[in-house]
């Protein structure tokens, strides 16, 4: 039975917000999908809501692929299907397939509800029914087996189950072969880690380490990082209440991996953070010890929220200002440069999953070209002895070692290389070694 024109409930309202704002029907540009949702969510009161908005905004767009597959298949005509029909299918499929704390009626009645508000009558019977098969499917409409019987190509099914565009798997399947794309493929489906990085100049640091890793077993620790599979109501309320006091920052463990393997401990100061967003690696560099450190960025509103961490934290405010690392300001060179390069970000997708869908083939060697332009005042900047330190966060060959070739050209010599790590069920992926200048 169709139901009447009601609105959506307050979560799967967020959802669509969030969608809709990060990757309109439209296609025009969206935004990032943290920002979308924030503003989405403000005017939500229940906790409970919040959580399933962020849980399907996140959840959905991971498999945003492999939902619209599914929905389509069940379409006589999926080309000529309305996007908005689509997209709200596509996020009920995603409650029906992956939530199983949600009755499947509750989804069916507020997604044809949906439908209708937005689309007619006509067009909610047509959400109905194919809701309905989806339904009928059960533990099949999860299973490889659906997706490899009607997908034509092993890349159509690898891009349809593994949720990730067409020329994405081709990219990866080209670079790195099958096992490695395989390997990245499933990582970016999976939930990051809820990273963790205790403020290591606080007296009270290492106790506070101790503690919470007490309170759940860390599945990464490193001091001062940590990363949790999961994060229960005891273990949560100590994060926000330390994170309040300035005791530590939500951060990737997997961006302390790598520093440690870069051994930052090494690194002569004053460092340059060329790239330093709203300063994650520069105050995880000063709270270790680093001094001298300055921070430079592009945009206005990423250092004005690297002012506010460093107060958030009492850590010694850096000098830190707005500049274009290709075009370096500077009468004094640094010791060592750090570049967090500006990239394609495709190896942090389960933390980003919106990137996928925005990026295009054309911009890895934009941004290859933009990176080649970094590293040339890089090397023009730098004295004899100077370190440079290149880091990416993404999974394309022209972005990490190409550039690790092009830097060689500029006249350095490796001292050290750090990799993705590929065992042990990773989720990001960050690549990035230190150079000296000859």
């Given at each position: 039975m169709i139901a009447s024109d009601r609105t959506p409930p307050p979560a799967r309202a967020a959802a669509l917000v969030t969608l809709e704002k990060t990757?309109?029907?439209?296609?025009?540009?969206?935004?990032?999908?943290?920002?979308?949702?924030?503003h989405s969510i403000c005017s939500v009161s229940d906790p409970r809501d919040?959580?399933?908005?962020?849980?399907?905004?996140?959840?959905?767009?991971?498999?945003?692929?492999?939902?619209?597959?599914?929905?389509?298949a069940h379409l006589s005509r999926p080309g000529k299907t309305s996007p908005q029909l689509l997209r709200i299918a596509a996020l009920a499929a995603y409650e029906l397939t992956c939530l199983e704390s949600v009755p499947p009626h509750a989804t069916l009645s507020w997604a044809v509800d949906a439908v209708k508000l937005h689309l007619g009558a006509g067009q909610a019977k047509v959400a109905n029914a194919v809701l309905r098969r989806i339904q009928a499917l059960g533990k099949d409409a999860a299973a490889p087996s659906f997706y490899?019987?009607?997908?034509?190509?092993?890349?159509?099914?690898?891009?349809?189950?593994?949720?990730?565009?067409?020329?994405?798997?081709?990219?990866?399947?080209r670079q790195y072969g099958e096992e490695t794309a395989a390997i990245i493929l499933h990582a970016q489906l999976r939930k990051p880690l809820t990273g963790v990085r205790v403020n290591a100049c606080h007296p009270l640091a290492h106790a506070l380490f101790s503690k919470l890793s007490g309170?759940?077993?860390?599945?990464?620790?490193?001091?001062?990082?940590?990363?949790?599979?999961?994060?229960?109501?005891?273990?949560?309320?100590?994060?926000?209440?330390?994170?309040?006091?300035?005791?530590?920052?939500?951060?990737?463990?997997?961006?302390?991996?790598?520093?440690?393997?870069?051994?930052?401990?090494?690194?002569?100061?004053?460092?340059?953070?060329?790239?330093?967003?709203?300063?994650?690696?520069?105050?995880?560099?000063?709270?270790?010890?680093?001094t001298g450190l300055f921070a430079s960025d592009r945009n206005k509103r990423r250092l004005r929220g690297f002012f506010a961490e460093a107060g958030r934290l009492r850590i010694p405010r850096p000098l830190a200002f707005l500049a274009d690392?290709?075009?370096?300001?500077?009468?004094?060179?640094?010791?060592?440069?750090?570049?967090?390069?500006?990239?394609?970000?495709?190896?942090?997708?389960?933390?980003?999953?919106?990137?996928?869908?925005?990026?295009?083939?054309?911009?890895?060697?934009?941004?290859?070209?933009?990176?080649?332009?970094?590293?040339?005042?890089?090397?023009?900047?730098?004295?004899?002895?100077?370190?440079?330190?290149?880091?990416?966060?993404?999974?394309?060959?022209?972005?990490?070692?190409?550039?690790?070739?092009?830097?060689?050209?500029?006249?350095?010599?490796?001292?050290?290389?750090?990799?993705?790590?590929?065992?042990?069920?990773?989720?990001?992926?960050?690549?990035?070694?230190?150079?000296?200048?000859?």
């Open positions: 990757l309109p029907v439209s296609g025009k540009p969206g935004q990032d999908i943290q920002a979308a949702l924030n919040k959580a399933l908005a962020t849980e399907l905004s996140y959840g959905f767009l991971r498999l945003k692929g492999r939902m619209e597959h599914l929905v389509a490899a019987s009607s997908t034509r190509s092993k890349e159509h099914f690898l891009a349809a189950w593994h949720s990730c565009p067409l020329w994405l798997v081709n990219l990866w399947l309170l759940m077993a860390p599945h990464f620790s490193h001091f001062p990082w940590l990363g949790f599979h999961t994060v229960d109501l005891r273990l949560a309320g100590t994060l926000s209440q330390a994170e309040e006091e300035g005791l530590i920052s939500r951060q990737s463990p997997v961006v302390g991996d790598l520093l440690t393997r870069l051994n930052h401990a090494a690194w002569p100061d004053p460092i340059w953070d060329a790239c330093a967003g709203r300063g994650g690696k520069s105050a995880a560099l000063i709270e270790l010890g680093h690392s290709a075009h370096p300001p500077l009468r004094k060179s640094p010791a060592t440069l750090l570049i967090d390069a500006p990239c394609s970000g495709l190896g942090v997708l389960s933390r980003r999953p919106d990137a996928k869908w925005k990026r295009a083939p054309a911009d890895i060697p934009a941004l290859a070209s933009i990176q080649k332009r970094i590293l040339q005042a890089a090397a023009q900047i730098l004295p004899a002895g100077g370190r440079l330190v290149y880091m990416t966060c993404t999974m394309t060959r022209e972005e990490n070692d190409c550039q690790a070739d092009f830097i060689k050209h500029l006249g350095f010599e490796r001292q050290t290389l750090a990799e993705p790590i590929l065992a042990g069920e990773p989720r990001e992926f960050f690549w990035g070694g230190v150079w000296r200048k000859k």
